[in-house]
């Protein structure tokens, strides 16, 4: 009896002793978490963050700066990749059509193939064609008026010297006239070699992805499972659909510039409407330098041939195409979701032209519209990527 008694009193103290340990360690600890929080810790203050991020932007910046190196080393396999997956998106509609009638993969790859390599055949052939006997008279035309425009700038108060314009003449009619002009499309790709390589190798791998795209498209995606895979899907069919949309687009509206602007030029008169039409339907590739660059060159002929009158008509021409293409056309053909704004577009040229020439200008933008799209369709079909989703404010105006 007694000694259940002492036993009791003895684990009621070990109970007491262990509350008061707990309680001092618990009070100790809280000490040390107030004296911690009350101490500013490295990379947390305002200083620390802007720090932070600083290093996240640079590690950014320069990983970017290496892959479009590497990129830039590997010009002749990266741009033929590149063109042979716009073409293939191009026309993936038509290889669509063919598989839901039952036409082999093969046979309808060889058919699509041949169509490319003929179509492609018959524009170079008709561009050929207008400015062989031609191209000559238009550049001597262009640089005429080109001088008649310095003789009346001199005529203004407020004109620079004659000295500087014609400096900025002669570079521009050098750029115009010379190999240069064209360098960043041929010796961008390297010499003729490396031209023949890289045509080839379009050419293989275009054949590779009209025939085997589907499968080559779900071994990429193996890697990825859930949400992963269903944003990888969705990035995949915007940029197939995006490029297609965009070319076939833009070659549309080409022609249409090209004819109508070269019917305008017609019944104004103006020499070498031939030439510069299908210098038109060239420059449309390249959105607003282009048409702006195009329009120039063609005022320029008009103001040698048929004075400032005709080449004021032709400029109303260009601006009313351009003007019916930008409202219209454009929409209807290539849907508002794929116009970007001027502002980007000059921005995409600038850099396309800086890293890879005439060629790199042409495919910047489509590139910009594939990376726009991306972003719209990154947290669902409907859903862009969390920074660019419209405020309610917005949507409601």
């Known amino acids: 009896m007694f000694g259940w008694l002492r036993t009791r009193r003895i684990e009621r103290r070990v109970d007491r002793l262990e509350l008061a340990v707990t309680g001092a360690i618990a009070s100790e600890f809280d000490e040390l978490e107030e004296e911690l929080e009350s101490k500013p810790r490295p990379w947390t203050d305002t200083f620390g963050m802007v720090a932070t991020r600083a290093l996240q932007i640079i590690i950014v910046l320069g990983l970017t700066a290496l892959v479009v190196y590497g990129m830039r080393q590997l010009t002749t396999v990266i741009i033929p990749i590149l063109l ?68 009346w700038v001199n005529t203004l108060p407020f004109a620079p010297d004659e000295e500087q314009l014609s400096h900025w003449g002669d570079m521009v009619i050098d750029f115009l006239t010379s190999a240069q002009f064209g ?88 020499p070498l409407a031939l030439p510069l039409s299908v210098l038109v339907f060239i420059l449309a590739f390249i959105p607003i330098v282009g048409a702006t660059l195009a329009g120039i060159i063609a005022a320029l002929v008009a103001l040698v041939a048929n004075g400032p ?67 719209k369709v990154w947290d669902g079909p409907n859903l862009p990527a969390r920074p660019f989703r419209p405020k309610p404010d917005e949507l409601l105006t």
């Open 183 to 270: 360098s960043g499309a041929l010796a961008g790709v390297g010499v003729a070699a490396n031209f023949i390589t890289g045509l080839v190798l379009m050419v293989v791998v275009l054949f590779f992805f009209l025939k085997d795209g589907p499968g080559i498209w779900k071994f990429m995606q193996r890697p990825f499972h859930g949400h992963s895979l269903a944003r990888v899907k969705r990035v995949g069919s915007k940029t197939v659909e995006t490029l297609g949309a965009y070319v076939r687009g833009t070659a549309a509206v080409a022609a249409v510039d090209a004819i109508g602007i070269g019917i305008g030029l017609a019944i104004l008169k103006v």
């Open 84 to 151: 042979a997956l716009i073409f293939a998106s191009t026309f993936a509609p038509v290889m669509g059509w063919m598989d839901r009638r039952g036409v082999p993969r093969v046979l309808s790859t060889v058919l699509v193939l041949l169509g490319i390599v003929v179509l492609l055949t018959g524009i170079g052939w008709l561009i050929v064609w207008a400015v062989r006997d031609q191209w000559d008279e238009l550049a001597q035309q262009a640089q005429d008026g080109f001088t008649q425009v310095i003789a």
């Open 309 to 375: 009158l005709s080449a004021v008509l032709v400029v109303g021409v260009v601006v009313l195409v351009n003007q019916l293409e930008g409202n219209f056309l454009q929409p209807v053909l290539m849907g508002r979701a794929l116009k970007l704004h001027s502002l980007v577009i000059l921005l995409a040229l600038t850099i396309g032209t800086v890293l890879s020439g005439i060629l790199g200008a042409v495919l910047a933008v489509p590139i910009a519209a594939v990376c726009w799209g991306i972003i």
